[in-house]
């Protein structure tokens, strides 16, 4: 049977499927779940320096294509998250992912997960509607260089840099980014809509992040240009529902994947279904493993010169 283990820098996993930041991931029960249920890995909700309510509602709508969301990143802060987290058996396998508004914010909090006794850490440079934070951050590519190359210097930490879709250059980000240890490609896109009876916009905020299957798209040309670029560990995530969507990205560059808004609808048991499904793939198609096929698409040339 072919291997679906893979590896993201040094990182290795048994599978290539990981639970994404933000759904289903607020406590340590819940996290748990995901890794029972066979997540190669998991990745917390995005954790900032304090508590934050979030947004009023409604902060979540369904669209026809996918879901709306403003949460807000709302979190427990990054006190209370260590506290919670104390005794956590699977430190190893979950990928803390925070966000802040300055290197400082950045170093402090990766060197409070270090502490806890974390090893890998999400940089959250790209949530599209908090002000001050997120993608307005994520967009400065030389704070992003900064945050990073501080907290390469001051911790032992693993690090992804998760980089926002909302910007027409994603190549200059992911060059200030490159001291990362790997890319995840993409976050939400930035979008709106609109109630036409009661003429009201679906989100209490009017702007959040559009998510599901809409904006597979636009995350494998950002997978697929990114790996092109740079032939940098890239984790891809958006709009990915079943295993024929992760080998979509595995082809164009990807050694790992993150689904969210899928786990909504399919539940716990997605996880193994996409593993089923991309371990039958390999074997149907005469590969051994995992590894073969990850960015076939850019490397063999036949995509060069287009
Ligand atoms: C309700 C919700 C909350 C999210 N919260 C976060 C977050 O806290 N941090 C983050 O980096 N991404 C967050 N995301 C983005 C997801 O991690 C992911 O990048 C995005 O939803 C695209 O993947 P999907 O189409 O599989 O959902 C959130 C997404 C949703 C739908």
């Not at 289903?24 to 309510?53: C, P, Q, W």
């Not at 501080?150 to 879709?165: C, G, M, S, V």
Request: net charge negative; glycine share 12%; proline share 3%.
């Amino acid at each position: 049977m072919a291997s679906i283990s893979t590896k993201v820098g040094n990182f290795s996993l048994d599978n290539p499927v990981i639970l994404a930041s933000g759904i289903l991931d607020e406590t340590s029960g819940s996290i748990l779940r995901s890794i029972r249920s066979g997540a190669g890995a998991v990745v917390t909700k995005s954790i900032g320096m304090k508590e934050r309510k979030g947004y009023p509602t409604p902060v979540i709508s369904e669209i026809s294509t996918g879901l709306l969301n403003a949460v807000g990143l709302s979190n427990p802060g990054i006190d209370n998250f260590i506290e919670e987290f104390k005794n956590f058996p699977e430190k190893k396998r979950t990928i803390v992912s925070i966000f802040g508004g300055s290197v400082e914010d950045f170093v402090t909090l990766a060197r409070k997960v270090e502490g806890a006794g974390f090893d890998k850490i999400e940089l959250n440079l790209s949530c599209p509607h908090v002000q001050g934070v997120g993608s307005e951050v994520g967009q400065d590519a030389d704070l992003v260089e900064s945050i990073i190359t501080e907290i390469k210097e001051r911790t032992n930490l693993h690090i992804w840099a998760k980089l926002t879709p909302n910007v027409t250059d994603i190549i200059s980000l992911a060059k200030a980014s490159e001291k990362a240890d790997a890319y995840v490609l993409i976050n939400t896109l930035r979008a709106t809509g609109v109630e036409i009876y009661s003429r009201k916009f679906v989100l209490a905020n009017i702007v959040g992040g559009y998510s599901g299957p809409g904006i597979k798209p636009v995350a494998l040309r950002a997978v697929y240009d990114v790996y092109k670029e740079t032939g940098k560990d890239i984790v891809g995530v958006g709009g990915i529902t079943n295993w024929q969507d992760a080998i979509e990205f595995f082809l164009v560059g990807a050694r790992a994947i993150q689904i969210g808004t899928a786990l909504l609808y399919e539940d716990y048991p997605i996880y193994k279904k996409i593993n089923n499904g991309i371990t039958q793939y390999l074997d149907s198609e005469g590969f051994s493993g995992l590894d073969e096929i990850v960015g076939v698409m850019v490397n063999d040339g036949t995509l060069q010169g287009h």
